[in-house]
């Protein structure tokens, strides 16, 4: 079974940083994208960050220039390293991974449990 698991979220004060972490497990044959969304208490999910398999990244207009998204393929885990937050960023942190189990020859979209990141002083 496969699982996606995050971590490094928390309480941060504005213009601080945060590291987050989401790594695969399971019987995994192949990753292509792999995502950060987030979701806002009263709002709908939105995408943060993402990046395929060879490295070519995408971000939403709200947080290039503060956020860095990085993978490990040899882990099958991806990063995202937030600087200078600010209020607005606060919510649960959702990574998402487009990968193929040993089980099957499609591609299936898998989610992790998600983790709070709150930005406040």
């Known amino acids: 079974q496969v699982q996606l698991v995050e971590s490094g979220g928390g309480l941060v004060q504005p213009g601080g940083s945060l590291r987050l972490s989401c790594a695969a497990s399971?019987?995994?044959?192949?990753?292509?994208?792999m995502g950060w969304y987030r979701q806002a208490p009263g709002k709908e999910r939105e995408l943060v960050a993402t990046?395929?398999?060879?490295?070519?990244?995408n971000y939403a207009d709200s947080v290039k220039g503060r956020f860095t998204i990085s993978r490990d393929n040899a882990k099958n885990t991806v990063y995202l390293q937030m600087n200078s937050l600010k209020p607005e960023d606060t919510g649960v942190y959702y990574c998402?991974?487009?990968?193929?189990?040993?089980?099957?020859?499609?591609?299936?979209?898998?989610w992790g449990q998600g983790t709070q990141v709150t930005v406040s002083s």
């Open positions: 990046i395929t398999s060879g490295g070519r990244t």
């Open positions: 998402n991974a487009d990968l193929r189990d040993g089980y099957n020859t499609h591609y299936i979209t898998y």
């Open positions: 399971g019987y995994i044959f192949n990753i292509n994208d």
